[in-house]
């Protein structure tokens, strides 16, 4: 973490499923202009010659400041509701800094409105950009809605010298200040995460709260900034009560539970020193989880880390233990990770935990600092051995009051421009709108990462998750894999449409893509088609339906063939095979297959019907290979050759063929909506739009990006309803 400050300005006073608004991206519903206000040749004017970094493909320094803007308001932009654009006066201006710190920008609304039609709270001031949002007009045609300056100087010498703006859009920002990251957040106060009270003296502006003064609710009183009976005074003291100022919004309340964490360090054994340790975070390498990463502890040597590990076969699926000092966290950590090191824990040389700074992308596995004390203790039971867990602690969220609402920052001294307008420093994972722009945040400004878009529905905005890529790639891992994304699949998909940039329509074909690859790859096919398959062979179709299985029959089946399976990571495709083997084995047992295919039949006449109801003519290789599974037997009681052959017939290559259009016009459903075909709101519950869809993606041969197939599904309005409003 650096200490940079960050201030802000002051206010200067087909059918009727697949409607959408489309805006700035497939999801957006808000346009943000950027207003570039700068004299020739100064900030987005700057004509010197850069080459292109992290997805920015500006060539002058000028182009890149401003691809930079609007990639920053695109994310919002695919996040907001609101049907007047939202205009954002920009200008690169020198700010205060010296050679170790800096003023890195400031933005705020251009001026606040109350007592018009819509506002949710009479007699409160709102941002303009919401006020505008809420009426559904602009109420002041022609001005900006935002005001925004940055540090033209960062960089320079004299200011803040070792942490320049980074102008890509990857993050990979190394030790520079991640530009896009500081503009989501300045944007996120001229949008309204801010009070327009005067939080040094409890004052409200023109004697009216503004709306978020309506959330912030103080711990010692009792009382709310906007309540009358609150005193200058009382708000005043407030704003420096440390742990006293707290945000009483329903929608961060409920959405801080699945964001917030502790982390701790988590000793397992011996008995004598189990327990939880606190511990100080890492600003790079892998984020921590839950459950966690689970090992024996192993002392490094040298101890200290700084070269290359002697003890190379004691590390290998241990936790390090390394101590403080003589090299950056960085070395010390890395070199534990080339000795196969499956986590790292740095004791401390004094009293307390350190948070611990630095960047390197290459670094895959977390890191935890304990203070030298505790680092004892451990050392002194090695030899025992130590098991430890590196993790968070999802039920204990951190930053947090004892009723678990989440803390503003209200330093014991007042600071202007930071205090009560962000969150407090102590909440885990980093979030976005703290004062200070922290090296591992992410672009995502919506839960499961970030209380942003949380705090921004309680004030009254609306909108949707979709539109940020992260949380839409993640939702395809849920809906289609039956699973959490695991962090490098989640990266690598959610890359894909970022480095488009600030290209709508590649992110919109890539939002396709990505949206498709999830039915098309292994993991799925392995899993999802599988089940499909299997009641395809059994059964058929369901009577009167083009289709062989309902959800409520699909998801539990495709659940449990994908039970532990990930592609890729570990012994994946023997944990697939066995879980193949089980659900066969199972199914078979079920009442509906007994029913269906009695033990008494011969083993040519079962196979043939599985065949017939597949719609399959097999070859005589493939009929005989089946029959075979049941050996010289007359009958079909044997369980596990029935469970065999209904495999063979499921996994024949001719059905993966024949009902791959079928399956994949199906599973948007099941996916996207999750219901079935002809459950409400289809109009007529005849299948209408499943045949509809089945048919352009014949037509168009299973081009289901010419076809408008997926593209539909994921901007329709029961998708987005999921979502947002």
């Known amino acids: 973490m650096r200490n940079i400050i960050l201030a802000r300005l002051s206010l200067t006073l087909l059918t009727a499923l697949f409607v959408c608004s489309l805006s700035s991206s497939a999801f957006g519903a808000a346009t943000i202009v950027i207003q570039n206000a700068d004299a020739a040749g100064i900030g987005f004017n700057d004509t010197t010659p850069v080459a292109p970094v992290g997805g920015n493909p500006g060539t002058t320094l000028g182009q890149q400041r401003l691809n930079a803007f609007q990639f920053a308001a695109n994310i919002w932009g695919a996040t907001l509701n609101t049907t007047t654009p939202i205009t954002v006066r920009a200008t690169w201006e020198p700010l205060t800094c010296d050679a170790t710190s800096a003023v890195l920008g400031s933005a705020g609304a251009a001026s606040i409105w109350r007592d018009f039609s819509g506002a949710t709270f009479n007699g409160t001031w709102y941002s303009a950009a919401l ?134 360090l988590k000793v397992n054994s011996p008995a004598g020193i189990a327990g939880n340790y606190s511990v100080g975070t890492a600003g790079f390498g892998a984020p921590l989880s839950s459950p966690g990463v689970t090992a024996n502890v192993a002392q490094a040597s040298p101890a200290d880390g700084c070269s290359a590990l002697t003890n190379g076969a004691a590390m290998s699926g241990k936790i390090a233990l390394i101590d403080r000092g003589a090299c950056t966290f960085v070395v010390k950590v890395k070199n534990a990770q080339n000795a196969g090191a499956v986590g790292v824990v740095i004791v401390n040389n004094t009293s307390g935990v350190v948070q611990m700074g630095g960047s390197d992308s290459t670094i895959t596995i977390s890191a935890l600092s304990i203070s030298d004390t505790d680092g004892l203790t451990i050392k002194s039971q090695l030899g025992a051995p130590v098991n430890a867990t590196l993790l968070v602690n999802t039920a204990a969220p951190s930053g947090v009051d004892t009723s678990g609402r989440a803390l503003l920052f209200s330093p014991s001294s007042f600071q202007s421009g930071s205090s009560v307008s962000h969150w407090d420093t102590t909440a885990f994972p980093n979030q976005l709108m703290e004062p200070n722009i922290n090296g591992d945040l992410t672009h995502s400004v919506v839960p499961v990462w970030d209380l942003t878009w949380s705090l921004f529905q309680d004030i009254g905005w609306r909108g949707n998750k979709l539109g940020d890529s992260q949380f839409f790639v993640r939702q395809h891992y849920l809906d289609f894999l039956n699973r959490f994304p695991d962090a490098s699949g989640l990266a690598f998909w959610n890359n894909q449409i970022v480095e488009c940039g600030i290209d709508q329509p590649c992110i919109e074909l890539r939002q396709i893509n990505v949206s498709a690859a999830f039915f098309l790859s292994i ?155 002809n459950d409400p709101p289809e109009p007529g519950l005849d299948f209408a739009g499943f045949n509809f869809w089945l048919g352009k993606l014949n037509q168009f041969n299973g081009n289901f990006v010419n076809a408008e197939m997926v593209k539909a599904f994921i901007v329709s309005g029961e998708f987005r309803q999921r979502f947002g409003q």
């Open 523 to 677: 993991e799925f096919q392995e899993t999802g088609y599988l089940v499909y398959r299997f009641y395809k062979s059994a059964y058929g179709n369901i009577p009167g339906a083009p289709v062989p299985v309902r959800f409520g029959e699909f998801l539990p089946d495709t659940q449990q063939i994908g039970q532990g399976v990930v592609v890729g990571v570990g012994n994946w495709q023997a944990q697939l095979e066995a879980n193949k083997q089980a659900f066969a084995l199972a199914f078979v047992t079920r009442s509906r297959f007994t029913n269906a295919f009695p033990t008494s039949s011969n083993p040519a006449a079962f196979v043939d019907a599985l065949f017939a109801r597949s719609g399959v003519t097999p070859s005589a290789s493939e009929r005989n290979a089946a029959i075979a599974e049941f050996g010289s037997a007359t009958n079909t009681a044997d369980t596990a050759a029935r469970a065999r052959a209904l495999r063979l017939v499921a996994e024949n290559s001719q059905l993966k063929s024949l009902e791959f259009n079928k399956a994949f016009v199906l599973m948007q459903y099941f996916g996207y909506l999750r219901r079935n075909p």
């Open 131 to 264: 006020a505008n949002a809420l009426t559904g007009v602009d109420l002041q045609t022609g001005t900006q809605e935002i005001n925004a300056r940055f540090n033209i100087n960062l960089g320079k010498t004299g200011c803040g010298e070792s942490f320049p703006f980074y102008l890509g859009f990857d993050t990979n920002h190394g030790s520079g200040t991640d530009l896009v990251t500081v503009l989501i957040h300045e944007l996120s106060h001229g949008l309204g995460f801010q009070t327009f009270t005067s939080a040094s003296s409890g004052t409200w502006n023109s004697g009216f709260p503004s709306i978020y003064d309506r959330f912030l609710f103080d711990n010692t009183t009792g009382k709310t900034w906007a309540q009358a009976s609150m005193t200058d005074a009382e708000r005043q003291a407030s704003a420096t009560g440390v742990n006293k100022l707290a945000w009483n919004g329903s929608r961060v309340t409920s959405d801080l539970q699945s964001i917030l964490a502790t982390p701790q």
